[in-house]
């Protein structure tokens, strides 16, 4: 019986590995990402090595080797846009506002920038923001969409105030369920109509973690990632993190703007067989991203002398739970060997893993990572579930080694 083979063959993975010569060995400038987009010198406060994946709307997702920071630094940290963000000259930080409203909302209260900073207690949180579609292009039948490779991902500390206590201020009905969200992008179409306006459910916008942020690992956050005000909740599709946030809506139904129906950040609610035709009544809205894993270090396509040990790092998620530990293969799965694994600094950051990887022989090699979270769920050695969207798929990550 003929072996299945992965959704992205081999053959098309070595290709884009780009091997250096033989006899090089491991360096922080030696192996080479191929980009399957283009190279973006000209985004905003972005580094030029991200790579584009539209641009209307801008769309940019980070190659793997430029995730080995702790925390992403902001001009690396992806950007998922739905419609065109606000120019940066028509911002003026003395007079925006955010608005909280609603039919379970006691009181409708707008603040300014200074009250917020002024009224409530300042958080940081180290939070983790992952694209649901992140990985999509390994999908077959292919899924609409960005064909986001495993780089629409990052952690980064987040400052602002919880959106509980912003929320407590202004007063929750008893019957509120849902928060929903407007920003101050605009639509592709040029219509006033929003782009995107999606949100969380209660219990989600309550916990400590969740915020209202405006700034970015000590910074103002960029244009293109929501300055000057965004909210953020780790661990859940970065789609419900809204960027130019200007008012956010407390309500009691589950909230209906644009993206949150159809098969907008929604996957089968039970598993369909591949390019099956799913109706909206069978589909669940997306929540907690499932445990996942990146190799940051070294770049695919790295070459090691035979007898070297190959230094390997990465960072490892779990929505809102935890990694627990996390398992390297250079054997196609066969066996696995374990990694160290750090804690996180709080609820809802990742946990970078490291550990040294010794060669029996030359040759070539493939290593995957495979990460298995707090409650013992592990990540899939190939594609999961197909779904419409091509979203949540944690499949382990996986780089080519030369030994030679």
Not at 4 to 23: E, H, V, W, Y
Not at 233 to 252: D, E, H, Q, T, Y
Not at 287 to 294: G, H, T
Not at 365 to 387: F, T
């Amino acid at each position: 019986m003929k072996r299945k083979q992965p959704t992205r063959s081999r053959r098309d993975f070595i290709r884009q590995s780009a091997f250096f010569s033989l006899g090089a060995s491991i360096a922080p400038n030696l192996p080479v990402w191929p980009s399957t987009g283009l190279f973006a010198p000209d985004l905003p406060e972005k580094h030029p090595g991200l790579i584009v994946l539209g641009d209307r709307p801008v769309n940019a997702e980070t190659p793997p080797h430029l995730l080995d920071d702790p925390l992403t630094p902001n001009d690396k940290f992806f950007v998922r846009n739905n419609g065109l963000p606000p120019k940066k000259e028509s911002i003026d930080l003395k007079t925006w506002t955010l608005t909280i409203d609603g039919e379970s909302v006691k009181q409708k209260k707008t603040y300014t920038l200074q009250e917020l900073k002024s009224k409530f207690q300042h958080h940081t949180f180290q939070l983790v923001l992952e694209c649901a579609g992140n990985g999509r292009k390994e999908f077959n039948p292919p899924a609409h969409g960005n064909q986001w490779s495993v780089g629409a991902v990052g952690c980064a500390a987040w400052t602002g105030v919880r959106l509980k206590d912003v929320l407590n201020d202004a007063g929750i009905k008893s019957d509120a369920v849902y928060i929903g969200y407007y920003g101050k992008d605009s639509h592709l179409n040029g219509g006033d109509e929003p782009s995107i306006s999606r949100g969380v459910p209660m219990s989600k916008a309550l916990e400590d973690e969740s915020l209202i942020a405006w700034a970015m690992n000590g910074k103002d956050i960029p244009l293109l990632n929501g300055f000057p005000l965004r909210l953020v909740f780790g661990g859940w599709p970065a789609s419900c993190s809204g960027k130019w946030l200007s008012r956010i809506a407390v309500r009691n139904i589950v909230h209906d703007g644009p993206k949150m129906g159809g098969d907008s950040y929604r996957v089968p609610c039970h598993p369909v067989a591949p390019g099956a035709k799913v109706e909206d009544q069978d589909m669940c809205i997306i929540e907690s991203m499932p445990v996942k894993s990146v190799i940051a270090y070294p770049k695919t396509g790295a070459t090691i002398r035979k007898g070297q040990k190959m230094p390997l790092r990465g960072h490892a998620w779990a929505g809102d739970t935890s990694v627990r530990s996390v398992f390297y293969s250079i054997n196609f799965g066969r066996t696995w060997e374990p990694c160290k694994v750090s804690p996180p600094a709080n609820r809802n950051a990742w946990q970078q893993f490291e550990t040294e990887i010794p060669f029996p022989d030359s040759g070539y090699y493939e290593v995957w990572a495979r990460a298995v979270d707090a409650q013992g769920n592990s990540q899939p050695m190939l594609l999961p579930g197909w779904n419409p969207k091509g979203y949540l798929n944690n499949a382990c990550h996986r780089i080519a080694v030369k030994v030679s």
